[in-house]
T-cell receptor, first 117, second 112 residues
Framework: GAGVSQSPSNKVTEKGKDVELRCDPI?????LYWYRQSLGQGLEFLIY????????KSGLPSDRFSAERTGGSVSTLTIQRTQQEDSAVYLC???????????????FGPGTRLTVL | QQQVKQSPQSLIVQKGGISIINCAYE??????FPWYQQFPGKGPALLIA?????SEKKEGRFTISFNKSAKQFSLHIMDSQPGDSATYFC???????????FGTGTRLTVIP
């Protein structure tokens, strides 16, 4: 596919369980972002990967959240010991990662809707 | 703290009318202002974007107006159509930063 894909599309879990969310960016895009979209809150930045550089983790809300990007492509967002307030849509985006390009367009996937019971 | 403030939260417009969504910011280091459109069940998609060195940018029926001194920018949708019904997000990015700061979104409904 030509776009960003995410899986699963929906995830229901029990409080205290760990979850893994997957993102496949657009081929050739070196930058990858995770955002969280809560009802009525807009999109909240979580983490950013650019090539082989150390990720920008400044948006992660707690140490229960972590993310990896293997081989510069696929990324996995892991939430440990999930809480009800973690319920949200988790969106992944990718971009070309143009150096010095503030207008580098981010392309979003459809998101994973996480519900923590 | 919300870096970009967006209003209104929801908007209902008659077909053919003009839809106007407003955003404001405080951080003068922002230098890129995109608008995203999101349909239910889909991720946001870039609609139009502007840099602060121009006061207006138009693409088809969509126009961004930018007021640097007031630190405000707005999206105008001319001749609004039912297919424009979606949630619209304004956003901003700081020079040298990686992430976008998003507004809280405006749910637009265009009635036939």
């Amino acid at each position: 596919g030509a776009g960003v894909s995410q899986s699963p599309s929906n995830k229901v879990t029990e409080k205290g369980k760990d979850v893994e969310l997957r993102c496949d960016p657009i081929s050739g895009h070196t930058a990858l972002y995770w955002y969280r979209q809560s009802l009525g809150q807009g999109l909240e930045f979580l983490i950013y990967f650019q090539g082989n550089s150390a990720p920008d983790k400044s948006g992660l809300p707690s140490d229960r959240f972590s993310a990896e990007r293997t081989g510069g492509s696929v990324s996995t967002l892991t939430i440990q010991r999930t809480q009800q307030e973690d319920s949200a849509v988790y969106l992944c985006a990718s971009s070309r990662g143009l150096a010095g390009g503030p207008s580098d367009t981010q392309y979003f996937g459809p998101g994973t809707r996480l519900t923590v019971l | 703290q919300q870096q970009v403030k967006q209003s209104p939260q929801s908007l209902i417009v008659q077909k053919g009318g003009i839809s106007i969504i407003n955003c404001a910011y405080e951080n003068t280091a922002f230098d890129y202002f995109p608008w995203y459109q999101q349909f239910p069940g889909k991720g946001p998609a870039l609609l139009i974007a502007i840099r602060p060195d121009v006061s207006e940018k138009k693409e088809g029926r969509f126009t961004i107006s930018f007021n640097k001194s007031a630190k405000q920018f707005s999206l105008h949708i001319m001749d609004s159509q039912p297919g424009d019904s979606a949630t619209y997000f304004c956003a901003a990015r700081q020079t040298g930063a990686n992430n976008l700061f998003f507004g809280t979104g405006t749910r637009l409904t265009v009635i036939p």
